[in-house]
């Protein structure tokens, strides 16, 4: 959510106008992220958020937007992006493929407790369940073909003990995907990317989520073991925490219960998901993009998350 293209007032004046959602009042950029330019917009219609998309292309975007709609009239808490006359929810903006969803309300939970974690698990399921029948395909772009393509390309930036655990992980994952457990595992459209930052709470209701632009489709444990990473870790040590994790996962099978290959494969999948953002930190750390607001995220947390997950594997009972 960094800025890497300026947009005017008039260029969201004539968005607005084309949406039928009356004069602007506020246009403000967001600091933060990695992936795309956003915008606080506050027009007399009410408040949105401005997306304009600096790596996804107009043919993989219909996707996530259509999945976002998909997600918010199943009564999934997610933004929903807004159609001009004709229907169309993919729009141009400073000459980029943009969006302008509605805003949520509240805030960010960054130091979650059991029952924010609890929300989070029920939400996920639900949303898990929600998507079943959305007909839109695309692969999750971040998952295992992603990471056998970017790991030559960080290893000669990273010392030796990084590089031996970077590639023995890829081994181990590929191990585990090219298994029968692994072919197993129920799959359907995923978030990918739901983190304490892209989470809205007011007090401890969970108002809403959102960043869906790393959605695809993959197995639900993979989103299951993101979540784990990020809503139930002792942030400054990568610890596993019990208490945070039992409550999201008693939530989570409250909705939908773990199968067999899920329970079996589940401490596979937490060092999956430690992986694939460890990779990518290292990806935009040592190989960033200019940008306006660009705060690359610290690599070394993942690398500490996949060492905890390595040495203390979770398992189910």
């Known amino acids: 959510m960094a800025v890497y293209t300026e947009v005017s ?12 959602l009356g004069k602007l009042l506020t246009l403000r950029g967001i600091e933060g992220g990695i ?37 918010a009239h199943h009564g999934i808490p997610v933004p929903d992006p807004q159609a001009d006359k004709y229907g169309e929810i993919l729009h141009q903006v400073a000459l980029k493929p943009a969006a302008l969803a ?17 929300a989070v698990g029920n939400m996920l399921a639900r949303m898990h369940l929600a998507a079943r029948d959305y007909e839109r395909q695309q692969p999750n772009l971040r998952a295992l ?12 930036h990273i010392g030796p003990e990084q590089a031996e655990l970077l590639t023995s992980e890829l081994a181990y994952q590929n191990h585990v995907a090219a298994g029968s457990a692994y072919a197993a595992l129920p799959r359907g459209p995923i978030h990918a990317d739901l983190f304490r930052d892209n989470v809205m709470f007011e ?16 197995t639900w444990l993979f989103d299951l073991a993101v979540c784990l990473n990020d809503w139930c870790i002792d942030l400054p040590t990568g610890r596993h925490d019990e208490q945070r994790a039992a409550a999201l996962l008693a939530a989570y099978q409250a909705v939908r219960p773990l ?13 999956a998901g430690a992986l694939r953002f460890w990779l990518s930190r290292l990806w935009d750390f040592y190989l960033p993009r200019e940008a306006s607001m660009l705060k690359p995220h610290d690599p070394t947390h993942f690398e500490r998350v996949l060492r905890e997950r390595v040495r203390h594997p979770m398992h189910l009972l």
């Open 9 to 20: 007032n008039k260029e969201a004046r004539e968005l607005l106008r084309r949406l039928q």
């Open 35 to 71: 992936e795309n330019t956003n915008y606080f917009v506050t027009s007399e219609a009410g408040e949105y958020v401005l997306t304009l998309f600096e790596r996804l292309s107009a043919e993989q975007l219909p996707f996530y937007l259509h999945l976002m709609h998909h997600l």
């Open 102 to 118: 509605t805003k949520l309300r509240g805030k960010s939970q960054l130091a979650p407790q059991a029952v924010h974690c609890t």
């Open 145 to 156: 073909p992603w990471w056998n393509e970017t790991v030559p390309v960080v290893l000669p």
């Open 203 to 218: 007090g401890e209701e969970l108002t809403g989520c959102f960043d869906f632009y790393f959605a695809g489709v993959d």
């Open 259 to 271: 199968t067999a290959a899920e329970r079996e494969l589940l401490p596979a999948m937490l060092r």
